[in-house]
């Protein structure tokens, strides 16, 4: 990043004066802080420690406050080519009892898109809108520490890179975290794992225009309809961290789905074993501080939070935009990085808690607990449980900001 021609890393084009900054990891978070500096004219490279784009994967919600931070950014059409748009949201019993429907048509109406896509391909149409040699591949980071004259300096394996700023956008057990909270609490463990597959069953069982989730005794399947017939779906259920089929995954799950409603067998029968991805559930403790400065954190590396709500890409798609328009409005990077913190970290915080609230509810077992869950779940009008998303789902973007007035924008 360091360079001795003064330009960013290869390929960038960036404003004179503008900081340089180096994005460590190259997920959904890290990739779209890139190329929302990009857009923006500020130098950035972004380090990865995969050596191989995976084309494996699950699928992603978004909902629309993480549509408008693609939008912002220039993506809105790549995304709705590859993505299905959200149908009829359902709640089902493992009957097949409809607890709750939602149409598209409904309150979500008018609040904008929901799409799903594949994760793979999201990431791609990102790497996409980026200059070639942008995202380094196969660079593992090991720390940042700080120069002599109070710059970042991010180790990796390769070697050492300085630049104006640093963004640690490398997930859940994110060491730029490590390096810039050594003190601050690591993820706690949810108490319930997840499975996530695509799968592509022969002879379509699933209507294209519902998608949803099933909720039985401490165990939830949740089908999600992508582009060209192919499915995501995932699963959760109480387990104790650490756990493992011993007989493989796709064993464990028929054990625990086979004999639920029309389409969990066919989809299970189709899914293949290398196909399914299992991980526990976490989320982060709230962090005293986002940024310090030059550094900061975004994406799960900042505010991880259980998929309850799928909102953990739809809050790192918000973070990068903002912190690119901060970033290159404010002339003084720490103040730019400051203005992130307060921004971002009230707005992720009430986030994680709430996804955590709604994770307890839908993991509960007990059958007088499960019995009242459903009765709720019933008797509530999904348009009253879509008015208390809002604050979450009205979002908007930051417009630039006019010389000399106050925040980027955003708002809760
Ligand atoms: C079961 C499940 C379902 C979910 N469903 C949804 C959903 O529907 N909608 C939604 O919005 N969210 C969902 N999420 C959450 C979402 O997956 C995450 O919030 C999102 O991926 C976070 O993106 P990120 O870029 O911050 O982190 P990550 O996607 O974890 O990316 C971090 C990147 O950093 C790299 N990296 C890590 N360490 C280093 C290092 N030391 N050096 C260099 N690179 C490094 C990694 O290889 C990785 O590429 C779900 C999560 C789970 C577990």
Redesign the pocket.
């Known amino acids: 990043m360091d360079r001795a021609d003064g330009t960013g890393p290869a390929g960038t084009t960036g404003r004179p004066g503008r900081p340089r900054v180096m994005v460590?990891?190259?997920?959904?978070?890290?990739?779209?802080t890139a190329v929302a500096l990009h857009a923006r004219g500020v130098p950035v490279g972004v380090?990865?420690?995969?050596a191989a784009e995976s084309g494996a994967g699950?699928?992603?919600?978004?909902?629309p406050n993480?549509v408008r931070a693609l939008e912002a950014i220039g993506l809105g059409p790549a995304v709705r080519e590859h993505s299905l748009p959200g149908g009829t949201a359902v709640i089902r019993t493992p009957s097949g009892r409809y607890l709750s429907r939602l149409d598209p048509g409904g309150a979500l109406g008018d609040r904008g898109a929901v799409v799903a896509v594949h994760?793979a391909e999201l990431t791609g149409i990102l790497r996409a809108a980026l200059p070639a040699g942008t995202v380094r591949a196969g660079?593992?980071?090991?720390g940042v520490r700080r120069d002599g004259r109070g710059r970042p300096v991010v180790v990796?394996d390769a070697g050492e890179e300085t630049a104006d700023v640093v963004i640690g956008?490398?997930?859940?057990?994110?060491?730029?975290r490590d390096s810039l909270l050594p003190a601050s609490r690591g993820p706690r463990y949810a108490g319930y794992t997840?499975w996530?597959m695509i799968v592509e069953a022969p002879g379509n069982p699933v209507d294209p225009r519902e998608a949803g989730e099933t909720m039985g005794r401490g165990e939830r399947f949740g089908v999600?309809p992508l582009r060209d017939g192919r499915v995501y779906a995932?699963a959760?259920a109480r387990a104790l961290e650490g756990d493992r089929s011993p007989d493989g995954e796709r064993a464990e799950l028929l054990r625990r789905f086979g004999r639920w409603h029309a389409p969990v067998p066919r989809l299970l029968a189709a899914a293949r074993e290398k196909a399914i991805l299992r991980?526990d559930?976490h989320d982060l403790p709230p962090l005293p501080r986002l940024a310090r400065g030059r550094v900061a954190l975004?994406?799960?590396?900042?505010h991880?939070?259980t998929?309850n709500l799928?909102?953990?890409?739809?809050?790192?798609?918000e973070d990068a935009v903002v912190i690119a328009a901060l970033l290159a409005d404010r002339p003084d990077p720490e103040e730019a990085l400051a203005a992130y913190d307060a921004e971002r970290r009230p707005r992720t915080r009430r986030v994680v808690a709430r996804s955590r609230r709604a994770g307890r509810v839908a993991q509960w077992h007990r059958p007088a607990a499960v019995g009242l869950r459903e009765t709720l779940l019933r008797l509530t009008p999904p348009s009253l449980a879509l008015r208390a998303m809002a604050p979450i789902l009205d979002w908007t973007p930051p417009t630039p900001r006019p010389t000399g007035s106050g925040r980027a924008g955003g708002n809760e």
Do not use: C, K, Y
């Not at 956008?169 to 730029?176: F, K």
């Not at 975004?298 to 900042?302: E, F, I, N, V």
């Not at 799928?310 to 798609?317: D, P, Y």
């Open positions: 460590v990891g190259g997920g959904v978070g890290g990739l779209a380090l990865e420690r995969s699950s699928g992603l919600t978004l909902w993480g994760r660079v593992t980071v090991t990796t956008a490398d997930g859940l057990r994110s060491t730029v997840a996530r999600v995932f959760t991980h559930i975004l994406g799960d590396a900042a991880a939070m998929p799928g909102q953990g890409a739809n809050q790192a798609l």
